[in-house]
């Protein structure tokens, strides 16, 4: 187990500029997960740490030691990727001790280590087998296990369930958050799925283009998302996100087919923002359907439902409001039709105000004034 510390790294090519001013200290047996789209410079970042890409500018020190001169194989680190990277000769056992041959282990600490690793991934029965014998998740499992025999201060995983489908993935990502909680070796987690990085990150680095946007834990990032990137890119279905007016007097959020109530949280961080415009935000599962007969509600939408996926335990709807499409998860009973006019209510303790021109949270802002 191990504290990495990461000052001020940044990572150039050439005149472009990969990472910018990259600032993180883990916990003692931490997992960290680093998440954004495509480009975002996740990747770099993890290159960086492993040694694989040289940093530009910056300081990175693993408990206290600094390392970033220091060649991939000094740092202590091992690196599960996301194509595997087996030996296609080697059977299992081979694939899982090479790196300890390496080293000079002697061959009955070798057998030890490996069968250990093994038992621990549930693959005792394939160490006979070539990688061409074994399904993805075996194969994941394997790389896993040659991390593992190396007893690291660090483990690095870049995308490793990018290339499994969707069940497999849900297991592994059980089976890699179980593995940590067993092993308690600090660990950064790479991946563009914010599925992933919600339910197994301790804490999660949200990046674009280079730069962290927030660092925190996954409700918080949930609850509370600085800026409207975050806010958009966590959470699945995606919040929906209108152009509203606020009415300072009437103490409400207005616009094309939709008015909302103003919760007592948002009153102060909206001061400011009398009689202009602001970003409103709301995730899907904070939308319900206003039965007919029912009273309405304080805060409202109308519009046009346009397509309608039933789930199971409840029913997605996109619905038109004053031409922009929003999404709603609703009572599986409510039924809606494409092409139905629907009446939308909103709770107004769970909407999300943003600067139109900054998209920097109001709460945010007032939190930080």
């Given at each position: 187990m191990a504290?990495?510390?990461?000052?001020h790294?940044?990572?150039?090519?050439?005149e472009t500029?990969a990472?910018?001013?990259?600032?993180?200290?883990?916990n003692?047996?931490?997992?960290?997960v680093?998440?954004?789209?495509s480009?975002?410079g996740?990747?770099t970042?993890l290159?960086?740490?492993a040694?694989?890409?040289?940093?530009?500018e910056?300081?990175?020190?693993?408990?206290?030691?600094?390392?970033?001169?220091m060649p991939?194989?000094?740092?202590?680190i091992a690196m599960?990727?996301q194509n595997?990277a087996?030996?296609?000769?080697m059977?299992?056992f081979?694939?899982?001790?090479?790196?300890?041959?390496l080293?000079g282990?002697?061959k009955?600490e070798i057998?030890?280590?490996?069968?250990e690793?093994?038992?621990?991934?549930?693959i005792?029965?394939l160490l006979q087998?070539?990688p061409?014998?074994?399904?993805g998740?075996?194969?994941?499992?394997?790389?896993l296990?040659?991390?593992i025999v190396r007893?690291?201060?660090?483990?690095?995983l870049?995308?490793p369930?990018?290339?499994l489908?969707?069940?497999?993935r849900v297991?592994?990502?059980?089976e890699?958050a179980?593995?940590?909680?067993r092993l308690g070796?600090?660990?950064f987690?790479?991946?563009?799925d914010?599925?992933e990085a919600l339910t197994?990150?301790?804490?999660?680095?949200?990046?674009?283009?280079?730069?962290?946007?927030?660092t925190?834990?996954?409700?918080d990032?949930y609850?509370?998302?600085?800026?409207?990137?975050?806010?958009?890119?966590?959470?699945n279905?995606a919040?929906?996100?209108?152009t509203?007016?606020f009415?300072?007097?009437?103490?409400?959020?207005s616009?094309?087919?939709?008015?909302?109530?103003?919760?007592?949280r948002?009153s102060?961080?909206?001061s400011?923002?009398?009689?202009?415009q602001v970003?409103?935000?709301v995730?899907?599962?904070?939308?319900q359907?206003?039965?007919?007969?029912?009273?309405?509600r304080a805060s409202?939408?109308k519009?046009?439902?346009?397509?309608v996926e039933?789930?199971?335990?409840v029913t997605e709807i996109?619905?038109?409001?004053g031409?922009?499409?929003?999404t709603?998860?609703?009572d599986?009973?409510?039924?809606?039709?494409?092409d139905d006019?629907?009446e939308?209510?909103?709770d107004?303790?769970h909407v999300h105000?943003?600067?139109?021109?900054?998209e920097?949270s109001?709460?945010?802002?007032q939190a930080?004034a």
């Amino acid at each position: 187990m191990a504290v990495v510390n990461l000052e001020h790294i940044w990572k150039r090519f050439g005149e472009t500029v990969a990472v910018q001013d990259f600032n993180l200290e883990t916990n003692d047996g931490e997992f960290v997960v680093l998440v954004g789209p495509s480009g975002c410079g996740k990747s770099t970042m993890l290159r960086m740490i492993a040694g694989l890409e040289e940093i530009s500018e910056g300081r990175m020190t693993i408990e206290g030691r600094e390392v970033q001169h220091m060649p991939p194989k000094d740092r202590d680190i091992a690196m599960v990727f996301q194509n595997y990277a087996l030996y296609p000769h080697m059977n299992v056992f081979q694939n899982i001790a090479f790196t300890l041959e390496l080293r000079g282990v002697r061959k009955a600490e070798i057998k030890t280590q490996v069968e250990e690793a093994a038992r621990i991934l549930g693959i005792e029965h394939l160490l006979q087998r070539k990688p061409r014998e074994l399904s993805g998740g075996q194969r994941q499992r394997v790389a896993l296990g040659r991390a593992i025999v190396r007893h690291p201060q660090v483990f690095l995983l870049d995308e490793p369930l990018s290339n499994l489908d969707a069940k497999l993935r849900v297991g592994m990502r059980a089976e890699i958050a179980k593995l940590h909680r067993r092993l308690g070796v600090t660990s950064f987690y790479v991946t563009h799925d914010q599925v992933e990085a919600l339910t197994m990150g301790q804490r999660i680095v949200v990046m674009r283009d280079g730069q962290v946007q927030q660092t925190s834990t996954p409700l918080d990032l949930y609850d509370n998302p600085v800026n409207k990137f975050v806010a958009g890119f966590i959470g699945n279905p995606a919040m929906n996100f209108l152009t509203a007016h606020f009415e300072a007097e009437a103490r409400r959020l207005s616009g094309e087919s939709f008015s909302f109530e103003v919760a007592p949280r948002l009153s102060e961080a909206l001061s400011p923002y009398t009689d202009q415009q602001v970003c409103v935000g709301v995730r899907p599962e904070h939308i319900q359907a206003v039965r007919d007969g029912s009273e309405t509600r304080a805060s409202t939408l109308k519009g046009t439902v346009e397509l309608v996926e039933p789930l199971g335990s409840v029913t997605e709807i996109q619905v038109n409001v004053g031409g922009t499409l929003i999404t709603a998860q609703v009572d599986r009973n409510i039924n809606p039709r494409t092409d139905d006019s629907i009446e939308l209510s909103v709770d107004p303790a769970h909407v999300h105000l943003f600067d139109m021109s900054s998209e920097e949270s109001l709460l945010a802002q007032q939190a930080a004034a």
